[in-house]
C-alpha cells in the first residue's frame, strides 16, 4: 500500500532529531557518567555546568536533578533583534556561523553546539523553533520572562513563513528560491504548501507544452495541406 505522506522527515520527527542537540545545564545533585550510543555523557557535578543533549536535560529537569541554561538567542532581547532583521531584510536572518562552531567539535550541521550557554546571541539555528518551544514548555522558570519570549518566538514564526511563502511564489517566474536560515521545522511544516506549487507549476507547465506540441503540428498539418493545394492548381 503506497504511503500518503509526503517524502521527507515529519513535524514530529523533526522534533525528535532536535532533542539530540546539545543544551547546557546545572546539576543539582551528583550524577554517574553514561555511556550513550551517541556519546559518552560526563558526569555532573554541582556548580558546574555541562553540556547534555537536550532529551536528558529535559528528564533530569523533570526530575527537578537539573536547571537548563537556555541559549542566549532564547532571550527576549535577542529575539527582537532577530526579529527586526525578519522584518528588514528580504533573505532570511544569518544562520550561526559554522566556522565558529566547528572549531572545536567533532559535530557536522544542523547538529552543532548552537543551543549551549556559549551560542551566538545574534542567529536563530536549525532547530531553533522546535528547541525554543521544548525549553519553554518544560524550563519557562530558567529562562528570563518567558512570556515575552514566547511573544516573540510566535512574531518570528509568522515574520518567516510569511517570507517563505512569498519566495515560494516566485518560481512561477522561473526564478529560484534561497532556503539559507530555513529551519527545520520550518521545512517540515511549509513541505506540503511548497510540494502543491512545485506540483501546480509542472502541471501548468506540461500543459503548455502539449498545447505547443499541438499548435506546431497543427501549423505543419496546415503548411502540407497548402502545398497539395499550389501544385494541384500548376498541373490544371
Same mark, same amino acid.
Given at each position: ?7 521527507? =522527515?515529519? #513535524? $514530529?520527527?523533526? +522534533? ?10 546545572? %546539576?543539582?545533585?551528583? @550524577? *554517574? ?73 567533532? =559535530?557536522? #550541521? $544542523?547538529?552543532? +553546539? ?10 536563530? %539555528?536549525?532547530?531553533? @523553533? *522546535? ?106
Amino acid at each position: 500500500m503506497a504511503s500518503s505522506l509526503l517524502p521527507g =522527515l515529519t #513535524p $514530529p520527527e523533526v +522534533a525528535f532529531l532536535c532533542e539530540m542537540e546539545l543544551v547546557t545545564v546545572v %546539576p543539582r545533585q551528583r @550524577l *554517574e557518567g553514561l555511556e550513550l550510543l551517541g556519546g559518552p555523557i560526563p558526569p555532573l557535578q554541582p556548580p558546574y555546568r555541562a553540556s547534555i543533549p537536550l532529551w536528558l536535560a529535559l528528564l533530569l529537569k523533570r526530575q527537578r536533578r537539573a536547571n537548563i541554561v537556555p541559549p542566549p538567542w532564547l532571550s527576549p532581547s535577542s529575539l527582537e533583534s532577530i526579529l527586526k532583521l525578519e522584518t528588514t531584510l528580504t533573505p532570511f536572518s544569518p544562520p550561526p556561523s559554522q566556522r565558529a562552531s566547528l572549531s572545536n567539535s567533532t =559535530l557536522s #550541521p $544542523p547538529f552543532l +553546539a548552537s543551543a549551549t550557554a556559549d551560542a551566538p546571541p545574534d542567529a536563530l %539555528p536549525y532547530h531553533w @523553533l *522546535e528547541m525554543g518551544e521544548m525549553l519553554l514548555d518544560a524550563a519557562a522558570d530558567d529562562i528570563p520572562d518567558p512570556d515575552s519570549a514566547r511573544r516573540l518566538m510566535r512574531d518570528l514564526r509568522e515574520a518567516r513563513m510569511a517570507k517563505l511563502r512569498a519566495g515560494v511564489s516566485v518560481l512561477d517566474g522561473g526564478r529560484e528560491v534561497k532556503m539559507n536560515g530555513v529551519g527545520g521545522m520550518e521545512i517540515a511544516e511549509g513541505r506540503a504548501f511548497i510540494a502543491g506549487v512545485v506540483d501546480g507549476l509542472r502541471k501548468i507547465g506540461a500543459s503548455k507544452e502539449l498545447s505547443r506540441k499541438e499548435r506546431e503540428a497543427e501549423e505543419r498539418e496546415n503548411d502540407i495541406g497548402g502545398a497539395g493545394d499550389d501544385d494541384d492548381e500548376m498541373d490544371m
